[in-house]
């Protein structure tokens, strides 16, 4: 590919991401560029296949991948401790549920398989999945426990349903004594190796991005309260909670997640994390 041809550029939806992507301006580059937003599946594939060349993805989805891929340098939806988006609903504690149903959503790979992780490996669980819509009350007609993501988990935090509560992030952090990372961003080799130019661009306005992004927060936050609901403080609070960079602490928190998730047979294959430089491309083999 020609290094003036387009650069397609993946956005995830998810509100946790809002603060990397709110001041990231495709048509403020140089090399030309084009962003689409799409539901992850189909993001994670074109990450993969290279019709989309680089942009932020669930960090399982780079794990099933990252043969193909490269990690951008500094960039992350981390948490060390609660996430705050991505509850357990029970009505028994967790070391309970052993062979219970719990219902999962199919569109967060990267919860899901979190949530094995906890039930098998801290709690020795053997509970049984089910795939359901995102629905509090359905899930928990059909399941002992049900997993929520993203706005929807948040939502239904904010309503005291009676249920046990467990943020997943929370617990890992308790279990492991490290934190989590939900989203990387990442290039696809071939494209790192065919337009070294327009990813350094790209990768250094992401970063300055997020910079500008969680020094000033205030118009993310306005834009959670009209598309979500909510109060000022309450999205304040959760946005400055997370953590968007990606240096050793949170590397290490994902590699031991990805450990578990091979270990566990969720994986098939081990996960060797191998990040980006401008300067490093030349030695980057395919």
Partial sequence: ???????????????????????????????????????????????????????????????????????????????????????????????????????????????????????????????????????????????????????????ASWQDQGYIVTDLAELWKEWTGLGMTFAVWAVNRKAAKDKPEAIAEIAEAFAESKLRGVSDLDPIVLAACSTIGGTKSYWEGYFRNLSYDFGERQQKGLNLYFRYAYEMGLLPQAVKMEIWSHKLLTRVKE
């Fill in 1 to 155: 590919m020609e290094n003036n041809s387009h650069t397609i550029i993946g956005k995830i939806s998810y509100t946790n991401s809002w603060p990397v992507f709110h001041n990231f301006h495709p048509s403020a580059l140089k090399y030309p560029a084009e962003m689409v937003s799409e539901v992850p599946a189909i993001l994670n594939q074109g990450m993969s296949r290279g019709t989309i060349h680089v942009g932020a993805l669930s960090s399982f989805a780079y794990a099933e991948a990252s043969d193909k891929l490269l990690l951008l340098p500094d960039l992350s939806v981390s948490a060390d401790g609660p996430v705050r988006s991505i509850f357990l609903f029970s009505r028994v504690p967790l070391a309970q549920i052993g062979t219970g149903t719990i219902a999962v959503t199919n569109t967060s790979a990267t919860s899901v398989n979190l949530l094995k992780i906890l039930m098998e490996k801290a709690f020795g669980n053997k509970p049984e999945y089910i795939s359901a819509n995102p629905d509090l009350d359905a899930m928990m007609h059909q399941a002992d426990a049900c997993l929520l993501i993203g706005d929807h988990a948040i939502k």
